[in-house]
């Protein structure tokens, strides 16, 4: 199957500014998800979207982010007002039960 | 509630001697679980899944329900084993143990 690519692999942004993370191409799965990874710390799970909605979402995913699917391949979290404690590696996955997750890898975001 | 524990950051062996990595988990449904490394700063790569029952680069795991476990093992560890090793039970959604950190020197 082919990858799951991300982009761009870096970005660092000022505290405050909005951040567009963005998951391409993806093939025709339903199943996506939003992971994060500080650094020195477990994967932590931040939202999954099934059917161009968001099916689960976790304490992490507050007001400040955003999925979509604006084209149907491209796959975006948005950050609206980054903070420092934002920064992070972010995965995105594509995936169900039995296949097992395929990861992005990875955008390192930077926030100063 | 759903849990994964991985209780050792780190495991350093040397090249050839035997490894295991602890995982236990916390579910009451029927488990679905997984293990994924992650190199040097690269992306999560599916390592092995339990119903597969399958060996990758040498490592096995078993589920022992009995035990909660999940433990993988390789009878000879190598240099380039070296990486992070994640457990991960599948619910709705993949919930990751905390790592561990396997160092295997020459």
């Known amino acids: 199957e082919p990858e799951v690519t991300q982009t761009p692999s870096h970005q660092v942004t000022q505290m405050g500014q909005e951040v567009i993370l963005r998951c391409v191409p993806i093939s025709n799965h339903l199943y996506f998800y939003w992971y994060r990874q500080i650094l020195g710390q477990k994967v932590e799970f931040l939202v999954s979207f099934y059917n161009n909605e968001i099916s689960e979402k976790s304490e992490i995913f507050d007001d400040q982010f955003s999925v979509e699917r604006p084209d149907g391949s491209n796959f975006t979290l948005k950050i609206r007002s980054t903070k420092l404690e934002d920064s992070a590696m972010y995965f995105c996955a594509r995936g169900g039960q039995d296949s097992g997750y395929t990861f992005g890898s990875g955008t390192r975001l930077t926030v100063v | ?106």
């Not at chain 2, 399958?54 to 909660?68: C, P, V």
């Not at chain 2, 009878?75 to 990751?96: G, V």
């Open chain 2, 1 to 106: 509630a759903q849990r994964v524990t991985q209780p050792e950051k780190l495991l350093s062996v040397f090249k050839g001697a035997p490894v295991e990595l602890k995982c236990n988990y916390s579910y009451s449904g029927s488990p679905e679980l997984f293990w994924y490394v992650q190199y040097s700063r690269q992306r999560l790569q599916l390592l092995l899944r339990h119903i597969s029952r399958e060996s990758i680069k040498g490592f096995t795991a078993d589920l022992n329900k009995g035990e909660t476990s999940f433990h993988l093992k390789k009878p000879f560890a190598q240099e380039e084993d070296s990486a992070m090793y994640y457990c991960a039970l599948y619910t709705d959604k993949l919930i990751f143990g905390t790592g561990t950190r396997l160092q295997v020197f020459p």
